[in-house]
């Protein structure tokens, strides 16, 4: 043991190689292995898929079989995440058999399988009964998650409670009716929780955190300060033109890394030139957000959206790149102009520039003092990124190679672990958790799925309309409701409209809908996890954004946006589609 101690103070890059090694184990089981067929050798199968009216599957129904008249049910067996389900019988009852599938929030449904059923499964051990569609019913417990979903947007907009305060009050609204109402009365079941935490996305929360420590660690190099006074020096104290470079470099970091991410860059950076400026950070980091949400749309991995699109449409990074720039540029610049004339108050107090002393604190501050860890920490930051574009081709997800790295740099550079820890934004964390299991029960019983409906029956087969509607429709919902589970709830909508209109097969509505939801989000402070990041970071530096505040100027650049992307994609697909 003392001979590995003195080997390893002898050769300090030991532990640089231990830790690039350990991340590479991790990252290597990440990768999907291979898995086997299960062995159906053995019993009779009854088979199926469930859908709902939208083509999508029905996950966690119950499948049962009985013998008619009976209630105990011979078998049985749950949907899968892809609507189907097998039952395994071991010996083939002569009875007549009812099949029943129950889900809370859809009709009932069961067919009786007759002689000829029978004969077949007898013949050859399988009765496939291939896809059946489910129709989703309205109860009690639906206007209820309806009515706690608003309730927690009101009280976020007023500024009743704190936003986390909000959703976790909500979050056990919806716990409450399901586990204790529904005993007075079963249909105001809204969802168990083993149900809920299917809606939790944990990637988002895993990457947020490990981006929040290895930020924390490479803001310890003292590189935040240097590029702050960097980006003064470039727009020589002219705070108009500060805004403007600040949202260009945010916008071009959020193509090529993730919004909530860029804005876990971006956001130090401002607070130190705002505060040397002597105007409120905040003029700077909001315009910010803006441009990261509307910037990451011109690539595959800029918006978590663009990614479940991609996957869902076959649509590759250089598709968003020919198909969406054009309209992010013309957006970018349509949302400038509005920054520019919203702020004008703020430019005015840093027209005469700052004062010699600040002037030289902030030169102080530019300095960097740990080259050694500046170097580590870039280089892993370096990978991290690489590992978010190489892990896409193996199915990794950007959650693992960010916790990756993450954990070598506490491993290369021992860091106080507990000040690392402290600097995740917990609040910000319990919010995204409590949040995504109140959108994920309106989810639960239905009225995403209704709205989608909605928007399928009202454009027909009209497709200059049909962008129209995808791009302000999805912009508005957006605004409210998470993107996320947004854009999945819109996605079999799209599928169907771009198989019937004609011209539609272009894939135009796929990224309509990609504008459209991520524009939207910029119009509330709950509309996109960016906002959601950058806000719990200003209010741990002492600048709460309020959803007032925020409203006010994401508003009207939701709308500016979505003008300028529905009128790109109708040049693009509608006036030069040939």
């Not at 907009?157 to 529904?182: P, Q, R």
């Not at 401002?270 to 950070?281: E, F, H, M, R």
């Not at 009202?458 to 589970?485: C, E, H, K, R, W």
Request: net charge negative.
């Amino acid at each position: 043991m003392k001979f590995c101690q003195i080997q390893m103070s002898r050769f300090p890059w030991l532990w640089g190689l231990m830790a690039a090694l350990l991340g590479t184990a991790v990252l290597l089981f990440a990768l999907p292995q291979p898995t086997q067929a299960a062995d159906h050798d053995d019993g009779y199968l009854i088979n199926g898929r469930l859908v709902d009216s939208q083509n999508q599957p029905v996950v966690a129904a119950e499948v049962s079989l009985h013998i008619a008249g009976e209630e105990t049910s011979l078998a049985a067996a749950e949907s899968q995440e892809d609507g189907t389900w097998t039952i395994v019988l071991a010996d083939l009852p002569t009875e007549v058999l009812t099949l029943v599938v129950e889900r809370p929030h859809f009709r009932g449904w069961e067919t009786t399988l007759d002689e000829a059923d029978l004969g077949l499964l007898s013949a050859t051990t399988t009765l496939r009964l291939g896809e059946q569609q489910l129709e989703r019913r309205i109860t009690p417990g639906f206007w209820l998650a309806t009515l706690i979903f608003l309730g927690v947007l009101l009280i976020i907009a007023l500024e009743k409670l704190h936003s986390t305060t909000a959703a976790l009050a909500g979050m056990s609204a919806v716990f409450v009716v399901s586990f204790i109402g529904v005993a007075f009365y079963p249909d105001l079941f809204i969802m168990d929780f083993e149900r809920a935490l299917t809606y939790m996305n944990w990637e988002v929360i895993f990457l947020v955190m490990a981006m929040m420590i290895i930020i924390a660690i490479i803001e310890g190099t003292g590189i935040f300060q240097w590029m702050a006074f960097q980006a003064y020096r470039l727009s020589r104290g002219r705070s108009w033109l500060l805004v403007l470079i600040l949202m260009l470099l945010t916008a071009v970091a959020s193509a090529l890394l993730d919004n909530f991410t860029t804005m876990l860059l971006m956001t130090p950076i401002s607070l130190q030139i705002g505060l040397a400026l002597g105007i409120n950070p905040l003029a700077l980091i909001i315009p910010e957000v803006l441009a990261s949400n509307v910037g990451g749309i011109s690539t595959l991995i800029g918006t978590p959206t663009n990614i479940l699109i991609g996957a869902y449409a076959g649509i590759g990074f250089n598709d968003f790149l020919v198909n969406q720039t054009v309209g992010v540029v013309l957006a970018l610049a349509v949302m400038a102009g509005y920054v520019l004339h919203h702020y004008r108050d703020e430019w005015k107090k840093a027209s005469g520039g700052i004062s010699p002393t600040l002037y030289q604190k902030l030169q102080d501050n530019a300095r960097i003092d740990r080259p050694d860890h500046l170097w580590k920490s870039g280089l892993v930051f370096v990978l991290t990124l690489a590992g978010f574009v190489v892990g896409e081709q193996y199915h990794v997800v950007p959650a693992v190679p960010a916790l990756v790295g993450a954990t070598v740099l506490l491993i290369w550079l021992k860091p106080d672990v507990r000040e690392m820890i402290t600097a995740v934004d917990w609040t910000t964390l319990v919010f995204f958790m409590a949040l995504f299991i109140v959108v994920g029960a309106v989810q639960e019983v239905g009225l995403i799925s209704f709205v989608a409906t909605g928007i399928s029956a009202l454009v027909g087969d009209n497709l200059v309309l049909a962008i129209f509607v995808i791009v302000f429709g999805g912009g508005l919902l957006s605004t409210a409701i998470a993107n996320i589970p947004l854009a999945a709830s819109l996605l079999p909508v799209v599928e169907f409209l771009s198989g019937s209109i004609p011209g539609a097969n272009s894939k135009a509505l796929y990224y309509a809908l990609s504008m459209g939801a991520a524009m939207g989000g910029n119009g509330f402070l709950v509309g996109a996890e960016a906002n959601l990041v950058t806000a719990g970071i200003t209010e741990q530096a002492g600048l709460p954004i309020s959803f007032k505040e925020f409203f006010k100027v994401g508003l009207p650049v939701t709308f500016l946006t979505l003008i300028a992307g529905f009128i790109w994609l109708w040049l693009r697909f509608i006036v030069f589609a040939g």
